[in-house]
């Protein structure tokens, strides 16, 4: 018998709500994430980790997965949901052994490219799922620096309960990107905000908030919904990552190192997951490039939000992760975005009840990597092993390479989290070759695009980040009230 697990709000402690709930609701109450407390979170048993060697994708997933959704799931609809989700035709995952000990984890084969399609398609299963049983409609709400967007779109394109709204940064996405968002029509809605994905961000978060707004429109307040790192239905997929890795490297009872490169922190929350299940996880390497919040919390206690820096890892340009606040709830202590009475963010990433710091420290190492070694990264790894990485992956090898001091001796694997024919003109300059460009992503060049545009300024704070404005909002409010049919017809 599985036991039923309970989601409290980041914000909020006497929130207690089941995934269905917290999955329908995407953002907790409080303007908070949905988190599990560690009692709840279920250690696997020494015999399904040996198990799990001879095991497809999906059936990892499965022994991972059950213990979090199990009370809710019957076995055989969560076996069906999760073989459909990931049939290795359609998304196979490989591991590359690349020098000494240390491997590649290739999460890049999947409809778009990128890690993140192993999320939404969870995501989207369950979702329709859940809206099936009940009759229910929903708006997935989407704020992407890159990859997110076009998963989730993916994802989402078609289902007849769901429509889905995604909001991107105008000129901080490749064309490729945008285009596996803007080519899908029907039911995919692609926003191109005039700001960062912070302003996304913070535009995605506020219309989740906005009950009255949703109920004026569609006479249902809880009609629009996350598939951000927000939703807890894009986290506890990400947990299967590492435990897929362990299963091809490692033999039972060895410890492994896992190298995450870090934007919103969904990935490496999902690896943390895992260690908490019990996998024997040495350390978490979270590089990140020069949004340097998060290592340089680790070395100071200070959590101090910057303005954005633009990267070759456009998608981890993230100054604020939505998952740090996770992440420091499991370790007891708390941070919050303060916001007006409006809901509009005035401070973010207040830290008002520090962690266990010293644990922290013992269970993660972070470094901020330089725009400019992104590209000796990716040079270096090319040259000495004839391997072709894209920026998000060359921010994974450095950071391992950095901590391992060059020496790779110990199991270790990186998370490659996009096909580098996403990023052909970052992979030209680090190595003047150009990568082939995917198949999918050739056939969308030729489509036509369905774009939104919401070209009021962004606002600027005193210390120069950016946040959504009034203007913005309302001009997204309009859009959707125009455009955005409310019976949910694509």
């Not at 969870?122 to 009759?135: A, D, I, P, T």
């Amino acid at each position: 018998m599985v036991n039923k697990i309970n989601y409290h709000s980041t914000n909020n402690l006497s929130e207690r709500v089941n995934f269905e709930t917290a999955l329908m609701n995407g953002l907790a109450s409080n303007y908070g994430l949905y988190m599990l407390s560690k009692k709840d979170i279920s250690k696997l048993s020494p015999d399904i980790l040996k198990s799990l060697k001879g095991m497809t994708y999906a059936q990892i997933a499965f022994e991972v997965l059950n213990p979090f959704l199990g009370a809710e799931i019957e076995e055989k609809d969560l076996r069906a949901m999760l073989d459909d989700a990931y049939d290795e035709s359609v998304i196979p995952t490989r591991v590359e052994h690349l020098t000494g000990q240390t491997h590649i984890m290739w999460l890049t084969e999947g409809p778009t490219y990128s890690f993140k399609d192993y999320a939404a398609r969870f995501f989207g299963r369950m979702l329709n799922y859940f809206l099936k049983r009940s009759g229910k409609k929903r708006i997935v709400v989407v704020a992407t620096s890159g990859d997110t967007g076009g998963a989730v779109a993916d994802a989402l394109h078609g289902l007849d309960s769901v429509q889905n709204i995604v909001f991107f940064p105008k000129g901080s996405v490749t064309e490729r990107q945008r285009r596996q968002m803007t080519t899908l029509w029907d039911n995919v809605y692609a926003f191109e905000v005039n700001g960062d994905f912070d302003v996304c961000q913070a535009l995605a978060k506020r219309l989740l908030g906005d009950k009255s707004f949703a109920e004026a429109i569609y006479d249902d307040a809880d009609r629009f919904t996350s598939a951000n790192s927000i939703s807890v239905g894009r986290l506890l997929p990400q947990a299967v990552y590492p435990f897929f890795a362990y299963s091809r490297i490692a033999e039972y009872d060895q410890s492994m190192i896992t190298s995450v490169p870090s934007g919103n922190f969904g990935d490496m929350m999902g690896t943390v997951l895992a260690r908490e299940m019990g996998l024997p996880i040495e350390k978490i390497i979270c590089g990140v490039n020069e949004n340097d919040e998060f290592p340089e919390f680790l070395n100071t206690d200070a959590y101090v939000v910057k303005p954005s820096r633009k990267s070759p890892s456009s998608a981890m340009i993230v100054s604020n992760p939505s998952n740090f606040a996770r992440l420091i709830d499991l370790y007891g202590g708390h941070v919050y975005d303060k916001r007006d009475e409006t809901g509009k963010v005035i401070q973010e990433g207040v830290l008002d009840a520090l962690p266990n710091l010293e644990a922290m420290r013992r269970d993660f190492w972070s470094i901020s990597v330089s725009n400019p070694d992104h590209y000796v990264a990716i040079r270096e790894v090319y040259e000495r092993y004839g391997v072709m990485m894209e920026p998000h992956g060359a921010v994974g090898w450095r950071a391992l390479d950095t901590f391992l001091k060059g020496q790779h001796d110990r199991l270790a694997v990186i998370y490659e989290t996009a096909d580098p024919g996403k990023f052909p003109d970052e992979v030209k300059k680090a190595i003047d070759v150009i990568p082939n460009v995917p198949e999918r992503i050739a056939h969308q060049a030729k489509l036509s695009e369905r774009i939104y545009a919401i070209d009021d300024p962004s606002h600027t704070r005193k210390d120069g980040s950016l946040t959504v404005s009034e203007d913005q909002y309302n001009t997204a409010k309009k859009i959707i009230s125009e455009d955005i049919d409310a019976e949910g017809e694509n």
